[in-house]
């Protein structure tokens, strides 16, 4: 059965470094990181902060650079651990940073993504979670420049909705991970997790 464990969470909070731990002691897993590098090289991430490039473009660019690679990762027929999913993409992004016309075109196309999902797909959601305080500690000390101006009022609705998305009937199961302890405790905790499901 095609099987998705998704590791979401809000920026900085540590899925990464998780990850990393995890793909260390797992190479049974298909592992699928986020993109984040082939959005920065293409500029995309500083462009829709400084306000170059519309939300509606770069979440809709966002979605579909993730499902190619995990639409192809599922063909690979092993458990696919993936950083952030089509799931958290729509609920916690495009709810946060798209309206109108931009929302409803947005909503078409993950629709038809997900219908092009294989059958009897099997969703698991490991949520790490911190408080905003400690993930703006976080990225500044990760110094990525596109994240210099994102705002306490966008990290604290990115939290409301990820809030929300751990309660999506969608999920077939939902974990949650305090991302405050230390790092090893987390990809324990992470590892854990994943054990139960695969």
Not at 53 to 80: I, N
Not at 101 to 125: I, N, S, T
Request: glycine share 8%.
């Amino acid at each position: 059965m095609p099987t998705i464990v998704s590791i979401e969470g809000g920026i900085g909070v540590g899925k990464s470094t998780a990850l990393a731990a995890l793909k260390a002691t797992r190479p049974d897993l298909h592992f699928l990181d986020e993109p984040v590098e082939a959005w920065e090289e293409a500029g995309l991430l500083a462009a829709v902060y400084d306000g170059r490039l519309t939300a509606g473009a770069f979440q809709l660019s966002a979605l579909m650079s993730r499902a190619g690679g995990l639409l192809a990762a599922l063909r690979d027929h092993r458990v696919v651990v993936a950083e952030r999913s089509p799931w958290s993409d729509a609920f916690v992004f495009a709810k946060a940073n798209l309206e109108g016309h931009e929302l409803a075109a947005y909503e078409l196309a993950h629709d038809a993504l997900m219908k092009a999902m294989p059958a009897g797909l099997v969703w698991c959601q490991v949520h790490l979670i911190a408080p905003v305080k400690v993930l703006q500690a976080r990225m500044a000390v990760r110094g990525r420049q596109a994240e210099a101006g994102i705002s306490d009022a966008y990290m604290k609705r990115l939290e409301a909705l990820h809030g929300v998305l751990r309660h999506s009937t969608e999920a077939t199961t939902t974990t949650v991970i305090d991302a405050t302890m230390e790092a090893a405790e987390v990809a324990a905790q992470l590892a854990a997790a994943v054990e139960e499901v695969c």
